[in-house]
């Protein structure tokens, strides 16, 4: 009977032993090993500190329900600038004067003395030019009234035209391309210029191109654009120009 109570001891330690996992000399049980979730196993390893942070939303875009739609890209066309518009004062000299009013239609007399620079507005093309002096003083009023003058398209769709010139630059035709500030002519006194040097300055749309005297003469007022570009400022007349033509179908 002893014999078999101190057998069941030694298996009961031995059970016990191997159930611990004591280690021969050690006092200090090991963990006793489980069976882990690799899921779980995968969630317990996060750094410290990174499960106590709290839990951000994602936004609205980025669920499912309301994905995001990519903007289109912009046409060719509305990427591309226009082209630059540079504006110049019409005559190359430091005393100019002009005034704000004229005479039976809107334009501007630039008074200078004569022989000076007369410029392109800015880049563009002639339209038409009178290389001789054709007015007959006590006509009526008419194309030959400018005497020597130049008519230019420029590249803003506005037509810029200059009279009573005493010289036409060589090389300026119909047809040409002309920079700003471009020499066109000398400023003079002849046609309808009651023998006083000065400019005859007038804005208009191209309309007809050629020939159409009335419009081409000047049917916007140019002061506050020449003052403008006297200072180097770049004031345009397009819109002004273009409402003119639509208002008025060319007819002035």
Known sequence: MRLLRTLSGLTV???CLAGCGGAGGS???AATPKF???AAQASSAEPAGTSAAPAVSAP???SPSAPVKAKPKPSAAATTKPASVKYVFPVDASNVDWSNTHSKYPATDLFVDCGER???TTSGTVLEL???DRYVEGNPDGPNNGGLSVAIEGDDGVRYYGSHLSRIQSG?????RVKAGQLLGLTGKTGNSSGVCHVHYGISPPCAKTGDWKVRRGVVWPY????????????????????????NDCKA
């Open 36 to 38: 882990v979730d690799p």
């Open 224 to 247: 506050t654009y020449l003052a403008s570009w006297r200072k180097g400022g770049q004031k345009s007349p397009v819109a002004t120009v273009t409402a003119w033509a639509k208002e």
């Open 13 to 15: 330690a031995a059970v």
């Open 172 to 176: 300026i035709k119909a047809g040409v």
């Open 130 to 132: 009178s290389l001789t």
């Open 60 to 62: 609205a875009s980025a």
């Open 27 to 29: 006092s200090s049980p």
């Open 118 to 120: 007369f410029v392109a």
